[in-house]
């Protein structure tokens, strides 16, 4: 199980793949070397017989045996060969036994095995032979018996050092992969907390910060995102929950209390007209949401069109004048230019209207609401501002959220949507929609996109292209 | 209860509609007004009565017993039918608006709905045929000039602005007939939704208070859960 899990794990199969690429890498450059020097001692040993051979033709006979004896009383270690040896091959003085079976002229050569007195030493060595004025031979040779054993210590050399890295590696592997094989199984039980619906766990990250700490730390971001869309979701449907039983519930104890207790038809008729209220805001609420939700899925970008903010706004402005003055609020209008962007005239209307309708809310007897169409860096937008009490800081995220109440709802009536709905327009439009302190009162501003000019555009921007183009 | 209903024999009205319940309410509503109603809950039976040829208007849900309403108007309207239809469904997005009446629906409503406001659309859609080619409007002490933009009551010259001008000439044109807020939002204002505040009735009120001088009788009156009518007499 242990052995099999290690074999998986990606971190031991690459040390395992490390260790086979070190040996072959140690190997050739050992290899390497030990033919450098192995290949240069033979040549060196060459060139000294043959330099010694060729002395040696001219020596007296004294001075050869002399040096023959003296050489058999040195060499201890019998690397060294000197041997004279008759035309025919026997030994007269000197060593080997025999003569080695090689060409005699005075080069080099290598020999598999050594003649010796009994059975020939195999043991490779290099002879060179020459022959005497007096017909006699001299061979000169060495062993490789030396060389042969450098072989063998660079691959005992190579061994030993090779072992204990390999060794090391595998070790460093095992210890990399059953550290990995926990990390995951750390995430794979975070993660098996999530999907059985614990959505507070977090995967693991360690300092580090290495490639699956970086996965891991995207992973805790999205479903920190996650997290909060549920929390939203379950806010919205708590909303919704309560935006729809409580004029329900009202209903119903109006109905029965007129089925009840209703004394005259006078009585009935009064309490379901009561009720019929409490339902019809029960369905505005359900209207509402899924105006939100048509709005947000609603793929209506093919209709889009250029659309005029400025003449949007004055239609906007005119109808909710009346609305504003019969509660003593002065609303004005600035919209001087073409402010012209692309979308669907009717959703914009809306989202104005929201905006607008939302600002003469919540401005008190008194007060001043301003629609404002303008251009501001070639971006067409409208700003919506008013001198009422303004959003909290904190809730000018939320302010857009679906069903949000802050507590500025207090008196006002509304099922606060007007500024969800507003909020989901621009989003289908790639709008932005922020609101802003106005000092006193909040500020609504929806912008859109570059402001629309040439082919798209019509009239009056068309006479600004032309102005523009030649400059 | 305020009685609308008006003398006479109305045309007959079919109800293409599967929910029982609805369909019997909406027979009871506009049965309360006058109208003959006939009831069919498929699409094949609703097609055989609209081919009839009785009624005069078609009220036709858009999903019935899992059948596309719609495709009754575009049958129809293939076959050269051209009875006014209204449209009711569940489905109330902008984009269904359109697909309805651009299957040959004439007026779409988004259940829930006021039974007045359907009973106003219904009436609308039968009594459509106006003239829309007239420059000069008459409906009791009122009177429009539409190229002068003049509005008088009696002898008493009536200073409108604009969007007052224009609310009264869709009153004029609908003497003694319900209007709802959603009608006016829709036909005078080209708006597709319902705002949240009372800002039709403000606009009402404003143009009221510019009609009605100290004393004369109030003209435009409000109808209890359905809109507004125009009171004058024929």
Same mark, same amino acid.
């Given at each position: 199980?242990?052995? *099999?899990?290690?074999?998986?794990?990606?971190?031991?199969?690459?040390?395992?793949?490390?260790?086979?690429?070190?040996?072959?890498?140690?190997? +050739?450059?050992?290899?390497?070397?030990?033919?450098?020097?192995?290949?240069?001692?033979?040549?060196?040993?060459?060139?000294?017989?043959?330099?010694?051979?060729?002395?040696?033709?001219?020596?007296?006979?004294?001075?050869?045996?002399?040096? /023959?004896?003296?050489?058999?009383?040195?060499?201890?270690?019998?690397?060294?060969?000197?041997?004279?040896?008759?035309?025919?091959?026997?030994?007269?003085?000197?060593?080997?036994?025999?003569?080695?079976?090689?060409?005699?002229?005075?080069?080099?050569?290598?020999?598999?095995? /050594?003649?010796?007195?009994?059975?020939?030493?195999?043991?490779?060595?290099?002879?060179?032979?020459?022959?005497?004025?007096?017909?006699?031979?001299?061979?000169?040779?060495?062993?490789?018996?030396?060389?042969?054993?450098?072989?063998?210590?660079?691959?005992?050399?190579?061994?030993?050092? &090779?072992?204990?890295?390999? +060794?090391?590696?595998?070790? /460093?592997?095992?210890?990399?992969?059953?550290?990995?094989?926990?990390?995951?199984?750390?995430?794979?039980?975070?993660?098996?907390?999530?999907?059985?619906? %614990?959505?507070?766990?977090?995967?693991?990250?360690?300092?580090?910060?290495?490639?699956?700490?970086?996965?891991?730390?995207?992973? *805790?971001? $999205? &479903?920190?995102?996650?997290?909060?869309?549920?929390?939203?979701?379950?806010?919205?449907?708590?909303?919704?929950?309560?935006?729809?039983?409580?004029?329900?519930?009202?209903?119903?104890?109006?109905?029965?209390?007129?089925?009840?207790?209703?004394?005259?038809?006078?009585?009935?008729?009064?309490?379901?007209?009561? !009720?019929?209220?409490?339902?019809?805001?029960?369905?505005?609420?359900?209207?509402?949401?899924?105006?939100?939700?048509?709005?947000?899925?609603?793929?209506?970008?093919?209709?889009?069109?250029?659309?005029?903010?400025?003449?949007?706004?004055?239609?906007?402005?005119?109808?909710?004048?009346?609305?504003?003055?019969?509660?003593?609020? @002065?609303?004005?209008? =600035?919209?001087?230019?073409?402010?012209?962007?692309?979308?669907?005239?009717?959703?914009?209307?809306?989202?104005?209207?929201? #905006?607008?309708?939302?600002?003469?809310?919540?401005?008190?007897?008194?007060?001043?609401?301003?629609?404002?169409?303008?251009?501001?860096?070639?971006?067409?937008?409208?700003?919506?501002?008013?001198?009422?009490?303004?959003?909290?800081?904190?809730?000018?995220?939320?302010?857009?959220?679906?069903?949000?109440?802050?507590?500025?709802?207090?008196?006002?009536?509304?099922?606060? #949507?007007? &500024?969800? /709905?507003?909020?989901?327009?621009?989003?289908?439009?790639?709008?932005?929609?922020?609101?802003?302190?106005? !000092?006193?009162?909040?500020?609504?501003?929806?912008?859109?996109?570059?402001?629309?000019?040439?082919?798209?555009?019509?009239?009056?921007?068309?006479?600004?292209?032309?102005?523009?183009?030649?400059? | 209860?305020?009685?609308?209903?008006?003398?006479?024999?109305?045309? !007959?009205?079919?109800?293409?509609? =599967?929910?029982?319940?609805? @369909?019997?309410?909406?027979?009871?509503?506009?049965?309360?007004?006058?109208?003959?109603?006939?009831?069919?809950?498929?699409?094949?039976?609703?097609?055989?009565?609209?081919?009839?040829?009785? @009624?005069?208007?078609?009220?036709?849900?858009?999903?019935?017993?899992?059948?596309?309403?719609?495709?009754?108007?575009?049958?129809?309207?293939?076959?050269?039918?051209?009875?006014?239809?209204?449209?009711?469904?569940?489905?109330?997005?902008?984009?269904?608006?359109?697909?309805?009446?651009?299957?040959?629906?004439?007026?779409?409503?988004?259940?829930?709905?006021?039974?007045?406001?359907?009973?106003?659309?219904?009436?609308?859609?039968?009594?459509?045929?106006?003239?829309?080619?007239?420059?000069?409007?008459?409906?009791?002490?009122?009177? $429009?000039?539409?190229?002068?933009?003049?509005?008088?009551?009696?002898?008493?010259?009536? %200073?409108?602005?604009?969007?007052?001008?224009?609310?009264?000439?869709?009153?004029?044109?609908?003497?003694?007939?319900? +209007?709802?807020?959603?009608?006016?939002?829709? =036909?005078?204002? *080209?708006?597709?939704?319902?705002?949240?505040?009372?800002?039709?009735?403000?606009?009402?009120?404003? &143009?009221?208070?510019?009609? %009605?001088?100290?004393?004369?009788?109030?003209?435009?009156?409000?109808?209890?859960?359905?809109?507004?009518?125009?009171?004058?007499?024929?």
């Amino acid at each position: 199980m242990w052995k *099999n899990e290690l074999l998986r794990s990606r971190a031991f199969r690459l040390a395992l793949a490390f260790a086979l690429a070190i040996t072959a890498a140690a190997t +050739v450059v050992f290899t390497f070397i030990y033919l450098q020097i192995s290949a240069a001692a033979i040549q060196r040993v060459s060139d000294r017989l043959a330099f010694e051979a060729g002395l040696a033709r001219n020596e007296s006979d004294a001075e050869l045996h002399l040096r /023959i004896e003296q050489h058999l009383t040195s060499d201890l270690r019998r690397l060294d060969f000197v041997g004279l040896y008759d035309s025919s091959g026997a030994v007269l003085l000197g060593d080997p036994a025999a003569l080695p079976p090689i060409r005699i002229d005075g080069r080099a050569h290598l020999v598999g095995s /050594i003649p010796g007195p009994g059975a020939a030493r195999a043991e490779e060595g290099i002879f060179v032979a020459i022959r005497r004025s007096d017909g006699s031979i001299l061979a000169l040779g060495r062993s490789l018996a030396e060389i042969n054993a450098l072989r063998e210590s660079v691959a005992s050399a190579l061994a030993i050092s &090779l072992a204990p890295t390999i +060794v090391l590696i595998l070790v /460093i592997g095992a210890f990399f992969a059953r550290r990995a094989n926990r990390r995951l199984a750390n995430i794979h039980a975070a993660i098996g907390e999530i999907v059985k619906g %614990d959505f507070k766990q977090r995967l693991p990250v360690f300092a580090e910060l290495d490639d699956v700490d970086l996965v891991s730390r995207d992973v *805790n971001l $999205m &479903l920190d995102d996650i997290a909060r869309l549920l929390e939203q979701l379950r806010n919205v449907g708590d909303d919704i929950a309560h935006d729809l039983r409580t004029p329900l519930a009202v209903a119903r104890a109006k109905i029965e209390r007129g089925l009840a207790r209703g004394a005259s038809l006078d009585d009935l008729r009064a309490a379901m007209a009561e !009720a019929l209220d409490h339902l019809d805001r029960a369905a505005a609420t359900i209207g509402a949401f899924l105006r939100v939700s048509a709005v947000e899925h609603g793929r209506r970008q093919g209709r889009f069109a250029p659309v005029d903010l400025s003449s949007v706004c004055t239609g906007v402005f005119e109808f909710y004048e009346p609305l504003a003055q019969s509660k003593g609020v @002065a609303i004005a209008l =600035d919209a001087p230019q073409l402010a012209l962007v692309s979308g669907d005239e009717d959703l914009l209307r809306e989202a104005i209207s929201n #905006l607008v309708e939302n600002a003469i809310k919540f401005t008190p007897e008194g007060g001043l609401v301003r629609v404002a169409a303008n251009v501001e860096d070639g971006k067409a937008g409208v700003t919506v501002s008013d001198s009422g009490p303004g959003v909290a800081p904190q809730d000018r995220e939320r302010i857009f959220w679906r069903f949000f109440r802050s507590d500025r709802t207090g008196p006002a009536s509304g099922n606060g #949507l007007g &500024l969800s /709905i507003a909020a989901a327009i621009a989003k289908l439009h790639g709008f932005s929609l922020k609101v802003e302190d106005n !000092a006193p009162g909040a500020r609504f501003t929806l912008r859109g996109d570059a402001n629309l000019g040439g082919p798209t555009a019509t009239g009056r921007s068309e006479v600004t292209e032309a102005v523009v183009a030649p400059v | 209860m305020p009685q609308t209903a008006s003398p006479g024999v109305k045309p !007959a009205i079919l109800v293409i509609e =599967d929910e029982r319940g609805l @369909a019997e309410e909406i027979r009871y509503e506009l049965q309360a007004e006058g109208y003959p109603v006939e009831l069919a809950e498929t699409r094949a039976e609703g097609l055989r009565a609209a081919r009839a040829g009785a @009624a005069a208007v078609l009220v036709v849900d858009r999903m019935l017993h899992g059948e596309d309403g719609l495709s009754i108007l575009t049958t129809l309207r293939e076959e050269g039918n051209a009875t006014p239809i209204l449209v009711i469904s569940a489905l109330s997005s902008v984009d269904d608006r359109i697909r309805g009446l651009k299957a040959g629906g004439d007026d779409y409503l988004a259940k829930p709905f006021e039974l007045r406001e359907l009973t106003a659309r219904v009436e609308a859609l039968s009594r459509r045929v106006a003239d829309a080619r007239a420059t000069r409007l008459r409906a009791g002490p009122l009177e $429009m000039d539409l190229v002068e933009r003049a509005v008088w009551r009696g002898e008493r010259r009536i %200073d409108l602005l604009p969007r007052e001008f224009k609310l009264l000439e869709y009153f004029m044109r609908r003497p003694n007939r319900i +209007v709802t807020r959603a009608m006016l939002l829709e =036909d005078v204002w *080209n708006y597709r939704f319902l705002p949240q505040t009372n800002v039709v009735d403000v606009h009402i009120g404003n &143009l009221r208070r510019k009609i %009605d001088a100290g004393g004369e009788p109030r003209l435009i009156v409000n109808v209890r859960a359905a809109g507004f009518k125009l009171n004058v007499e024929e």
